[in-house]
């Protein structure tokens, strides 16, 4: 068999065993990142927890969809680009599909919604935050491998529910990075130490201080094994339906890097995004399906932190030029907030409503949403593991994604709270409000989590549970 032939029978026996992942990863990217370490770390062992670890700082480093970065870049590291686009294919397009969907069904509703309509999409929502919770309380345990690690966990929550602005959520991804940087390679204490040595009179002491010590490529992988702080259990998980039979475990492939490479790949990127904004700001307003794709363009580029901060941008982009209505905007967003698979499928329901009083078809601007929103993050990916195998060698950069990955855990806590702010939708507050209204909202994010971390409830039920509690408490109520 030739060289080729075994590639493509690699990826084709392997890439069936993911094609449920895009019907039952509920819960959004928290969770799916809890879903990719048991079924890549722990089930097939592509990857151990090191690795797995600096693989999600890295993807929480660049912009774009966190856990989509992350299915993409795993499966592209193990086998070939072909196959990691192949299964993003496979995780992204069903629910982008109904997406779609969702989003025809919208265009032909009234203005106002019936009660019960109501209640069941409030009832949705508060599943999610308990499953996104239940999440980042997992995360939590994993990027928590010393004292300062669990400082910073508690610091980027705290700071991610304190304030909001797109500028801010990167920042403080740089802070935990920087933190940890400072911390483990002693600059404090180097710092001082070289002071006063500089003294007239002292002894010059020799000292081995490189800041960029390379380390062998094949300690990489030890990026937390001076931290780690013993084994944590994770609470069952409800990924547990998203990891289907075993199948043949390929050997992984020897991935190939090249910094000339990469660095194009990366110079490219940056060369389209500007040629794209400086069009935007020359022909804005003239074609709504260019400002379209301009608008998500920017959004992916600039998104940092994932859903915290996805859902501030894409109402300012998509609903502040008067697109799509604020009741339209929450109603998908209520909605595909309970879809299985990547969250960034909302921009193909964006897409096809903001394109809906002009000539062009509902399908077309579902496809400008989605190369839009999706291209820049996964682009700039492909460009960073080119280079990465050279880069992660430096020790101040492995030291900095350990800060960044604890920081990003935390903003998983802040998307808990801003979900749980607009979670609740009726005919008065269509723009959504405080799931604190009634109590029986709580009861049911403390279901969807306490379910998940000690009765196995898995994110599909805990939905569907959300839903029906959500009815009943219309049918007491009201």
């Not at 193990?78 to 990691?84: N, V």
């Not at 300690?219 to 339906?241: E, L």
């Not at 050997?251 to 935007?280: D, E, N, Q, Y």
Request: with cysteine.
């Amino acid at each position: 068999m030739s060289i080729l032939s075994a590639t493509f029978f690699l990826r084709f026996e392997t890439l069936p065993f993911m094609r449920w992942l895009g019907f039952t990863s509920f819960g959004g990217p928290s969770v799916h990142f809890q879903i990719f370490r048991r079924l890549y770390v722990e089930k097939y062992q592509w990857l151990d927890e090191s690795q797995y670890a600096e693989l999600f700082a890295l993807c929480q480093a660049l912009s774009g969809p966190g856990s989509t970065k992350m299915h993409l870049a795993i499966n592209m590291l193990h086998y070939d680009l072909l196959t990691g686009v192949l299964a993003f294919l496979i995780w992204a397009l069903p629910m982008a599909l109904a997406a779609f969907g969702l989003a025809l069904g919208v265009r032909n509703i009234g203005a106002e919604l019936p009660g019960p309509v109501y209640a069941l999409l409030s009832g949705l929502n508060s599943a999610t935050v308990g499953i996104i919770a239940l999440a980042a309380i997992q995360l939590s345990t994993k990027a928590i491998t010393d004292r300062l690690t669990r400082v910073l966990v508690f610091l980027g929550a705290a700071a991610g529910l304190l304030y909001n602005a797109l500028w801010y959520f990167p920042l403080i991804m740089v802070c935990g990075g920087l933190a940890t940087v400072v911390v483990d390679l002693r600059l404090f204490q180097r710092t001082w130490k070289a002071m006063r040595m500089s003294k007239p009179g002292d002894d010059r002491v020799t000292e081995e201080h490189e800041l960029a010590t390379p380390v062998a490529a094949d300690s990489a992988s030890q990026i937390h094994a001076t931290h780690a702080g013993g084994s944590h259990k994770d609470a069952p998980s409800a990924d547990q339906t998203a990891i289907p039979s075993d199948p043949a475990a390929p050997v992984p492939a020897t991935v190939r890097t090249s910094w000339k490479l990469g660095t194009a790949i990366i110079a490219a990127f940056f060369v389209s995004f500007i040629v794209f904004m400086v069009c935007r700001g020359i022909i804005g307003g003239t074609n709504r399906g260019f400002d379209l794709f301009a608008n998500l363009y920017l959004a992916g580029t600039i998104i940092f932190g994932g859903g915290p901060v996805v859902i501030p941008l894409l109402r300012e982009y998509i609903v502040a030029p008067g697109w799509v209505s604020p009741r339209d905007f929450l109603l998908g967003l209520a909605i595909t907030q309970a879809f299985p698979g990547p969250n960034f499928n909302f921009a193909v329901y964006l897409g096809t409503l903001a394109v809906a009083d002009t000539s062009i078809p509902p399908v077309v601007g579902a496809m400008i949403g989605f190369v839009g929103i999706f291209t820049p993050g996964l682009w700039l990916l492909v460009g960073t593991t080119k280079i990465w195998a050279t880069v992660r060698k430096v020790h101040a950069v492995r030291a900095a994604l350990r800060g960044i990955h604890a920081a990003a855990v935390g903003l998983v806590f802040t998307a808990v709270y801003r979900l749980f702010q607009i979670g609740y939708l009726d005919a008065e507050a269509q723009g959504g409000s405080s799931l604190s209204r009634d109590g029986w909202w709580i009861v049911i994010i403390a279901a969807a989590c306490y379910g998940g971390m000690h009765f196995h409830l898995s994110p599909p039920l805990a939905i569907v549970l959300g839903a029906i509690m959500g009815l009943i408490w219309y049918g007491v109520t009201k």
